[in-house]
């Protein structure tokens, strides 16, 4: 299974300017965090403070993660970045020697 490590961003142009919308609107995104935690498909999650951005590590195939995000579309961008186990990394190391 791989492991993907993601920078997210809320886009600020969807933001509402309204508290109570804006509750609503973050209710709704941690809603899908919880499901996708629960799910195993997010390993860690958090928001950078005091900024509308953060990061996730997904695990799962390549198809499981990005219908994953693709819920998160247009509300959230991702910059995604696969991740290498210790393990993969002295594989490829020994391949070196």
């Known amino acids: 299974m791989a492991s993907y490590l993601t920078f997210w ?3 600020k142009t969807r933001v509402p300017v309204d508290r109570k919308e804006r509750g ?7 809603h899908m965090v919880r499901q996708h935690i629960e799910q195993g498909l997010i390993t ?3 928001a950078f403070i005091g900024e ?21 579309v247009p509300f959230v961008s991702f910059q ?18």
Do not use: F, R
């Open 9 to 11: 961003e809320v886009d």
């Open 24 to 30: 609503t609107g973050w209710a709704g995104l941690m």
């Open 44 to 46: 860690s999650w958090g």
């Open 52 to 72: 509308e951005c953060g990061y996730a590590v997904w695990q799962g195939s390549e198809v499981d993660v990005m219908n994953a995000m693709q819920q998160y």
């Open 80 to 97: 995604t970045h696969p991740l290498a186990s210790e393990q993969q990394v002295n594989d490829m190391i020994k391949k070196l020697s």
